[in-house]
């Protein structure tokens, strides 16, 4: 984060607004309530002068705060909330959309690329279902570092770009300060969104949604997708592909994202919405963090299983543009659903193989994977802990025996014969490059989260600053070193809340 210093009149990039093309049924125009007294706590500079904001946004706190809080934003139109339904904990809730959410516009880089600038928290829209439409200030600042932490560790994203305490107090478990976090990503559509244009009467919406999601998210070269004049079953295709990446790179960092919804499932293949998210501090398969997740359907292990659930329901949204025939439909949807399996377990082989610096394939690596994590299970292995010791694991067993027990020996000459005669130095600083050392763990992120709420905005400031060296080796003392350091046994954080 900039330091807060001098007095420069804040530069705003000219915001568009593509999604206002897309047929009115799917988005509703509504201003952001704004902010009784707006005051910033945190400003991206880096992301900002990516997307064009001027460094100045930095140096003049009020000014910006005043247009993150959405009190002041010259933009040459309004802003608008998405139509979107959804699957959430499998039951079909048919109209959600942004019910606190405003997009302002999309500023678009001098590369071309486009990026959704949204506020968070900022008051009701005709989608909030009673609710309020406001943010507590302990969600908002953990969105703020968890989204910040999965994009310095290279794991797609939507990211921070502001958080503004809004002067108003909102009603959760007590009453707590209200904040509004601005948002970036690369868009805002959902599978839900699909879901949603499906279940109208008019199919040309579907049809315009198709176009524009393939149109702001191009088919990447993959000869597994095709270009045969069947749009929706190109999209689907791109989907299954960027999702089965995505949770496969989840799984490598032990992330659980803990409301996989359908809602909550991005067409772009970034992840968001981080409600009741953690990262795995004792590995285990079965964790659970999330405090409405009573079954526990979106636990660690699940996820891919999740993912592949999810895929099915965007192919049944997308079946009338996949093909006019619906047998034929359902079969090609089928067929490319059927691929995520596959997808996903070549994706999260090669994660894990990178991982663990394992040189091109052999028939022995699946097995020597899982028997790594069969040992972390048995031991409940600190997940972040035991990868960050394999860079020191190669010449000394020492730091992963103190992880996983003496039957760790065993692996350990099996993991070093695969590897063979590598210069071990070499294979350290590899290992090191891909296993981070400091990540936001959550007994951290509450004592932040709760010294925030007692007006100490140091330890946000420090963690985010830490977060964005993860694979660094931490100093001895500070907040890295926190960061890098396993929980004791009073300090486990067991349930993690969504902050609605």
Request: aromatic content about 8%; charged content about 20%.
């Amino acid at each position: 984060m900039d330091t807060l210093t001098t007095t420069t009149t804040p530069q705003i990039p000219k915001l568009d607004m593509q999604y206002r093309t897309l047929p009115d049924a799917l988005h509703a125009t509504v201003e952001p309530y704004g902010a009784s007294s707006p005051k910033l706590v945190a400003y991206n500079g880096d992301l900002g002068r990516s997307l064009g904001f001027d460094i100045s946004f930095a140096d003049e706190p009020a000014a910006a705060a005043t247009f993150f809080a959405g009190n002041h934003r010259p933009a040459p139109q309004p802003a608008l909330a998405m139509a979107y339904a959804g699957h959430q904990f499998g039951g079909f809730v048919p109209r959600l959309g942004d019910g606190r959410a405003h997009l302002l516009g999309e500023a678009v880089t001098e590369s071309g690329e486009r990026f959704d600038i949204q506020l968070k928290g900022s008051g009701q829209t005709p989608f909030s279902r009673q609710g309020d439409g406001r943010a507590a200030l302990g969600p908002v600042l953990r969105e703020y570092v968890v989204a910040e932490a999965m994009a310095a560790l290279g794991i797609p994203t939507s990211r921070a770009l502001a958080a503004v305490l809004t002067g108003d107090m909102v009603l959760r478990e007590g009453v707590q300060p209200g904040a509004i976090l601005t948002r970036v990503a690369a868009s805002h559509l959902r599978v839900g969104t699909f879901e949603y244009a499906a279940r109208l009467s008019d199919p040309n919406v579907l049809d315009a949604l198709v176009q524009f999601a393939l149109q702001r998210h191009p088919v990447e070269t993959d000869a597994d997708i095709v270009r045969d004049g069947r749009p929706g079953l190109t999209l689907l295709q791109a989907v299954i592909a960027r999702q089965a990446k995505l949770i496969a790179q989840w799984m490598g960092v032990g992330f659980i994202h803990g409301v996989m919804n359908t809602d909550n499932c991005t067409i772009s293949g970034e992840t968001i919405d981080y409600g009741p998210c953690a990262f795995m501090d004792g590995y285990n398969p079965a964790q659970v963090y999330s405090s409405i997740d009573h079954m526990g359907r979106y636990a660690f292990a699940n996820q891919p299983g999740i993912a592949h659930w999810n895929m099915a329901v965007l192919a049944q949204a997308l079946l009338r543009a996949i093909d006019p025939n619906e047998e034929t439909a359902v079969s090609l949807a089928q067929e490319a659903v059927n691929h995520f399996p596959a997808q996903f377990e070549a994706a999260y082989r090669t994660v894990m193989r990178t991982k663990l610096a394992l040189p091109g394939t052999d028939d022995g690596d699946v097995q020597l994977i899982d028997d790594l994590l069969g040992l972390m299970a048995e031991s409940e292995a600190d997940f972040t802990g035991t990868f960050r010791a394999l860079g020191a694991a190669i010449e000394d067993g020492a730091p992963l025996v103190q992880f996983l027990g003496a039957d760790a020996s065993s692996w350990l000459q099996r993991w070093r014969d695969r590897l063979g005669n590598i210069e071990t130095a070499a294979i350290r600083v590899q290992l090191n490059a891909v296993n981070p050392a400091i990540m936001p763990r959550n007994h951290r992120v509450e004592a932040m989260i709760a010294a925030a709420y007692d007006g100490d905005f140091e330890p946000f400031s420090a963690m985010v600053e830490a977060l964005k060296s993860p694979y660094a080796e931490p100093a001895s003392s500070g907040q890295a070193a926190l960061l890098a350091t396993p929980p004791a046994a009073d300090e486990v954080v067991h349930a993690t809340f969504c902050g609605t």
